[in-house]
């Protein structure tokens, strides 16, 4: 939001986009009028005079000239408006005399005040938004423009780690809900002169700030426009935050998988546009959202850059590796002791039938039992206060496993292939994606209590026509498994050392590809 | 893309309905019987249906069915509530009718995948009526079982077999199971045999050997070999010592101990592996065939005051040896081309591989028709190569 | 909201080897090594394997070339001009027929054999049903869509038929290899026809060629999609016979799979591995049916020109599972199979020798300057 300060068609922030306000507004875009009383009568009226809506009047210069100065209590850094506008105006501005107020306005924005972001708009509509973002409205008697100052100080949260993705080596920081810190988040990481904020303003109420960040020069300019199309459609009344956006954006609202990723922390999406993909910033919502991606994306962490690339390279390895357990084990479990016996080892074979003898329930059956039980835990888990949740976690998880087993309701192997399960599903670093991997569990579970492995095998067939079929802004989600892209791969499942990482991912088309120049 | 969706979706709801219906191979782990053991005796059935068919015998056929829950030793319970195993049998007349009584006799249902020791009593597999490949026809065609399936021959009863009580293993067929694959200990006993590999020599028409098991008081000895002849029809056991002459022919050492005398004292060799090369040259119609035997290992016991550290007394164990495995290999060619008529050798495979042309023509007179095998002349040659002699030079000074 | 064409969805030559491959390596595999065992002697089928691999690429090539000349037009409309447009008709339908005979084939194949070895009770009509199902899934997509199924599925099934190869090498006796060359000609040829009908399925670069990058890479991208298969399938009979012996091998009903029963896996900490071993190569079989659904469609559609994608699978699929279920046992079965690939050679020793002619045509027309197929 950066104003060219004093000029009386400075580029009003409504004006970049295409944004269809003036159809779906059913607030008249009135022009202001001369008189300072009526602006301030029309405009508490809009507002029906709220409490918080604080008017401070005063008279500058020789000829006591009447000013007033509007703002929104809570809203606004009541010391900057004092120091910077009502200090100089006062005090300032005592020797001139003037008789216009477009001469005063002028000399007023130009030499008085010591704001630094001014600007002017000339209806209500745009005053009250004005108003209503944070800035200070200053009228002054005979002016049939308001100036504009803005002022904005409200009380928000700190950077602090991230909540929801702590990683061990790497920074602390992550995104909170102003969204002018998340922007300067942003920029302070990546100091690149062709970094592009595309701001909206979403929602019919509630004039959500939303920011749009690609690189130019490095983003393929038609993702650009399909996003830029997509943002521009949404006509609701509040975009409340992030996750709608994303809902929204994505391609394909019947699909379990994440279209687009979101993330807390701003290494992640400085790191996605410098790949060519695009960034979208929520006002109120510290979780950013970084698009397109393609399955491949979900087994990246920023984490496996900051690190040797073997080490990398072994724990991606093994995220996969959780996947698969995450998804398939309680199915195979199902499958091995329902219907194939003969494919487990015979010493194996013959302790788990002796220890599931007193067990009432089919496999089946227990692992549905299990898993819910385990699902339930986990969303309680979250909703209690921290200290407690974690106790109830790991109390519930032990003890009710073991009672359990005591009861001889379910099988100890049970209690381990839940656990094993629960704890791979936790290892990812996206979580969108985990919570649609646990979807397609119970799904997977069903398959193969009707035909064993049979049924695993198909639904792994399914699970890979959705993702041939599935597209994210036109990528097809299986990219850059099919189709191959091989130079992608140097980053997917191994973590190439630095030296190889010279490109910036083929499936993107991006305009720019080579991020490292040869030595 | 919304309407393609839809389309396969409507497709796999209609399917789902079908489903429904229900699972219908879904079987409870604890409800299936594992039958880790068959044993089959030959039972003479007297009376009524000797006038029906020639064959008025019936096969006992003996099952051992693993108790799982029997099979937990400590833990919460008190162990030893009950046995690990149990045997049932029935008679009938084939294999698959066996199965289908004993799904009357039992509350878990024979299962068969986790099968892993046949045994046959001799009567059983001698003559036409009772017959080798019929028996295993079952064991064969069923997709339960593995080819992995190890096969024995017993002297006496099967069914005895499986009771033998043993102090390390929870149940008979683990103890027999584990024994069967000593023969990297013992070369008087054959490899392990496996039903596929039976199945083959089967359709090859060839002679084979199937590991023998004789039972004891105090457990099982598996010592010796049945020999299987023209028509896989039953001929005889070979001796301890004339299967380790077989072994060492057909290359099937896996270890074990050479024993022989030198001046009147025992010597052992620990053999750890052995070679064996046959030599074919053509000897009128037939063919004459030189054996070579390298054999390779370890001194295990010496003579108390013998200096092995000099190099005259290796070479003349060395020999010794040599002599000893050549003296076993000819007491088993004899037994083989003079009692038996049959080639276990594998001399005939070795003519199809490396002479086709010859073996078109002579392969039907083998073992059987003019016995071309018992008159063929056959050299043994063997050479052992003592590479280590142990931890002490003598264990009593000169 | 619709989709943007972000990349212009054709495929490269590798995924073209990769879906040619995808479609002959197939349920022949599976019982080739006993055919192959009951007609030469010894261990000699790898000749026979070899000379059809050789049949199979030239054939390959040539139609191959068929998509050079293609460009963009659908090989209905390309024949039409050179045949007349009846007797193309005829053809395409013939051809619409055959696949779904294919389709069916591979459909009541997973029947059988999952009947054998994963179920005991379960109907193969369920079976059947739900694998059509799924099928009828991946075919109410897109072509693109099908073609990356096959770059997903194949590297699982080509990785673990080198480890089950890999780990048979502890339990193949070389010697049954022995003795070598010794078969007569006669058998090495029935030999070969027999491989001959294990390698159909590269006809499909007719049809798929029009969705390539540049259809100049065709013949040789078919070229390769032939090779890769002939050199697994070479593999795999030999490891068969050095496990099993010819004699052995000629009685065993499903030879590879049996194979992945044999294989011990070091640790021994799962046993049977021919349920893992088919249940991956069903996605393999997957792909061939599925391909050959999609032909079948895009056969009659280009004639017909009526219709949605979806009108089309709601058409043929009764029809192929019907098909599929009416042979009674596995003897009719096989019968069946032989009976679509003698029509399935037949139309591409047509198709072969259609070519020379259909190059005159096109080269007459890009003289006198009219629009015909572009290069």
Redesign the interface.
């Known amino acids: 939001m950066f104003y060219r300060s004093g000029r009386r068609n400075s580029r009003h922030r409504y004006q970049q986009g295409k944004h269809k306000r003036q159809q779906n507004n059913d607030r008249e875009a009135i022009p202001l009028v001369s008189s300072i009383n009526a602006n301030l009568d029309r405009i508490a009226g809009i507002l029906k005079a709220p409490e918080d809506l604080v008017v401070r009047s005063f008279k500058i210069g020789v000829n006591r000239h009447a000013c007033a100065i509007i703002c929104i209590d809570g809203l606004v850094d009541k010391a900057l408006i004092q120091n910077q506008v009502i200090d100089p105006l006062l005090h300032h501005f005592t020797e001139q005399q003037v008789d216009s107020a477009n001469k005063i306005a002028t000399l007023v924005v130009d030499e008085v005040l010591t704001s630094f972001d001014i600007g002017e708009n000339e209806t209500y509509e745009d005053s009250i938004g004005s108003l209503l973002s944070g800035d200070s409205v200053l009228l002054i008697e005979g002016l049939a423009t308001a100036i504009i100052i803005g002022s904005s100080g409200w009380n928000s949260r700190s950077v602090e780690e991230p909540q929801t993705e702590s990683i061990i080596r790497g920074p602390r920081e992550g995104f909170v809900e102003d969204i002018r810190t998340n922007t300067s988040l942003i920029r302070r990481r990546l100091r690149e002169p062709n970094l592009r904020l595309i701001t909206y303003k979403l929602g019919e109420r509630a004039r959500r700030t939303v920011v749009m960040m690609y690189i130019e020069g490095i983003v393929?300019p038609?993702?650009v426009e399909?996003a830029k199309r997509?943002i521009e459609s949404i006509e609701i009344d509040d975009v409340e935050g992030s996750g709608t956006i994303e809902q929204w954006m994505s391609?394909?609202f019947?699909s379990p998988f994440p279209l687009i990723a979101n993330t807390e922390r701003p290494d992640k999406v400085t790191g996605g546009l410098l790949q060519g993909r695009i960034g979208i910033l929520v006002d109120g919502d510290p979780f950013a959202l970084v698009l397109p991606i393609t399955f491949s994306s979900n087994l990246q962490s920023p984490e496996d850059y900051y690190q040797n690339w073997l080490i990398a390279t072994l724990t991606r390895i093994m995220r996969l590796g959780a996947a698969f357990l995450a998804t398939f084990l309680p199915a195979l479990y199902i499958s091995l002791?329902?219907?194939?016996?003969?494919?487990?080892?015979?010493k194996l074979?013959?302790?788990?039938?002796?220890?599931?003898?007193g067990?009432p329930f089919?496999?089946?059956v227990e692992a549905f039992i299990m898993e819910i039980t385990l699902e339930l835990l986990r969303e309680a888990g979250i909703r209690l206060p921290k200290p407690i949740g974690q106790t109830i976690g790991i109390v519930g998880g032990l003890v009710i496993g073991e009672a359990a087993v005591s009861a001889g309701i379910v099988s100890p192997v049970m209690v381990i292939v839940v656990a094993v399960t629960a704890i791979s599903s936790f290892s990812f670093p996206s979580y969108s994606f985990a919570i649609s991997l646990r979807m397609v569990r119970f799904a997977i579970m069903i398959a193969a209590?009707?035909?064993?492995?049979?049924g695993?095998?198909?639904s792994?067939?399914?699970i890979?026509?959705h993702?041939?079929?599935l597209?994210s802004?036109?990528?097809?989600y299986?990219t850059p498994?099919?189709?191959?892209f091989w130079g992608d791969w140097k980053d997917i499942i191994l973590r190439a050392p630095v030296e190889y990482l010279k490109d910036r991912p083929r499936m993107l088309?991006t305009r720019d590809s080579i991020r490292m120049k040869r030595k | 893309?919304?309407k393609?969706?839809h389309g396969g979706k409507c497709l796999i709801a209609v399917c789902a309905l079908t489903?429904l219906s229900g699972?219908w191979?879904?079987?409870?782990?604890?409800e299936?019987g594992?039958v880790?053991g068959v044993a089959i005796d030959l039972v003479k059935k007297k009376g009524e249906e000797a006038n029906e068919e020639s064959s008025a015998q019936q096969f006992k056929g003996t099952y051992q069915i693993?108790v799982?829950?029997?099979?937990?030793s400590g833990g919460n319970e008190s162990g030893g509530g009950g046995e690990s195993y149990f045997n049932i049998s029935a008679s009938e007349r084939s294999i698959m009718a066996l199965t289908a009584r004993l799904a009357t006799k039992t509350s878990r249902t024979p299962?068969f995948?986790?099968l892993?020791i046949i045994v046959l009593s001799k009567d059983v597999v001698k003559g036409k009526s009772a017959d080798l490949a019929d028996l295993l026809d079952f064991f064969l065609r069923d997709n339960?079982m593995r080819r992995d399936v190890k096969v024995l021959i017993t002297d006496g009863k099967a069914s005895d077999i499986f009771n033998i009580k043993s102090q390390n293993e929870k149940y008979p067929l683990a103890y027999i199971e584990s024994t069967l694959k000593n023969n990297f200990k013992s070369n008087y006993m054959l490899p392990p045999s496996r039903i596929g590999d039976i199945h083959e020599q089967i359709l090859k028409d060839i002679s084979f050997t199937i590991q023998k098991i004789s039972h004891y008081e105090d457990g099982i000895s598996l010592v010796g070999a049945a020999l299987f002849g023209g028509d896989h029809a039953f001929v005889g056991f070979l001796s301890g010592e004339e299967t380790q002459g077989l072994n060492f022919m057909r290359q099937q050492i896996k270890g074990g101990v050479v024993e022989t005398q030198m001046d009147e004292q025992i010597v052992d060799f620990e053999v750890e592996r052995a070679k064996s090369e046959i030599h074919a040259y053509p000897d009128g119609d037939s063919f004459r065939f030189v054996i070579k035997v390298r054999a390779e290992g370890a001194l295990g016991k010496s003579i108390r005051n013998l200096d092995v550290a000099k190099l005259s007394t290796i070479t003349a164990m060395e020999e010794a040896f040599a002599k000893k495995i050549e003296a076993v290999c000819y007491e088993t060619i004899t037994a083989l081309q003079k009692e038996y008529n049959t080639d276990a050798i594998g001399l005939l495979s070795y003519l199809r591989q490396n002479h086709y042309r010859s073996w078109l023509k002579l392969k039907d007179n083998w073992d059987e028709g003019e016995n071309l095998f018992s008159d063929a002349k056959i050299e043994v040659q063997a050479k052992v190569n003592i590479r280590r002699l142990g931890n002490i030079n003598q264990s009593e000074g000169e | 909201?619709s989709?943007?064409?972000?990349?212009d969805n054709r495929?490269?030559a590798?995924?073209m080897t990769i879906t040619v491959t995808s479609m002959i390596i197939g349920v022949g595999i599976l019982t080739l090594p006993r055919v192959l065992a009951g007609t030469t002697e010894s261990s000699d089928g790898w000749i026979s394997i070899a000379l059809a691999g050789c049949f199979g690429m030239l054939l390959a090539f040539i139609l191959g070339k068929y998509g050079v000349l293609l460009g963009n037009e659908t090989f209905y409309d390309f024949i039409g001009k050179l045949i007349t447009k009846p007797i193309a008709a005829g053809l395409m339908i013939v051809v619409m027929f055959y696949y779904a005979m294919y389709a069916s084939y591979e459909v009541r194949a997973i029947a059988n054999i999952?009947k054998t070895y994963?179920?005991e009770r379960?109907p193969s009509e369920a079976?059947g049903l739900?694998?059509l199902l799924?099928v009828c899934?991946?075919v109410s997509?897109?072509r693109i869509?099908?073609?990356?199924?096959?770059?997903?599925?194949l590297p699982f099934v080509v990785v673990l038929t080198m480890v089950v190869l890999f780990l048979s090498n502890t339990i193949i006796v070389w010697q049954e290899l022995k003795p070598v060359f010794v078969t007569k000609p006669g058998p090495l040829l029935t030999g070969a026809q027999e491989s001959g009908f294990t390698m159909l399925g590269f006809e499909s670069i007719l049809f798929y060629s029009t969705m390539m990058k540049r259809p100049k890479d065709a013949p040789k991208a078919a070229v390769f999609g032939v090779a890769i298969p002939v050199v697994l399938y070479m593999g795999i009979y030999l490891a068969c016979v050095g496990i099993f012996s010819q004699a052995g091998l000629q009685e065993i009903g499903y030879p590879a799979i049996e194979l992945a029963k044999e294989v011990k896996i070091p640790g021994?900490?799962?046993?049977?591995m021919e349920?893992?071993f088919f249940?991956?190569w069903?996605?393999t079989i997957?792909n061939s049916c599925t391909m050959a659904f999609d032909m079948a469609m895009h056969a009659g559609y280009s004639v017909f020109k009526k219709g949605k994608r979806i009108h089309w699978v709601i058409l043929l699929a009764p029809i192929i599972y019907y098909i599929g279920m009416m042979p009674k046992n596995v003897i009719a079965f096989a019968k069946y199979g032989s009976f679509i690939s003698y029509i399935g050679y037949g139309l591409i020793i047509l198709l072969a020798i259609l070519y020379p002619f259909a190059k005159r045509k096109v080269k007459r027309s890009w003289a006198s300057g009219s629009t015909g197929g572009n290069a």
């Open positions: 393929h038609d993702l399909e997509r391609d394909s019947l002791l329902e219907f194939h016996h003969g494919m487990i080892p015979s074979a013959f302790s788990i039938a002796g220890a599931r003898e067990v089919p496999a089946v209590a009707f035909f064993g492995l049979y695993i095998i198909l792994y067939i399914m890979n026509i993702f041939v079929n597209y802004f036109g990528i097809p299986s498994f099919a189709p191959l088309q | 893309m919304g393609r969706i489903l699972c191979d879904r079987v409870e782990i604890d299936r594992f880790t693993i799982p829950a029997g099979l937990r299962y995948e986790h892993a339960e | 909201m989709r943007r064409q972000y990349d495929i490269s590798p995924e999952s994963l179920f379960t079976i739900t694998f799924i899934y991946a997509g897109s869509g099908i073609i990356r199924l096959n770059t997903l599925f021994e900490f799962f046993e049977r349920s893992v249940t991956i069903i996605m997957f």
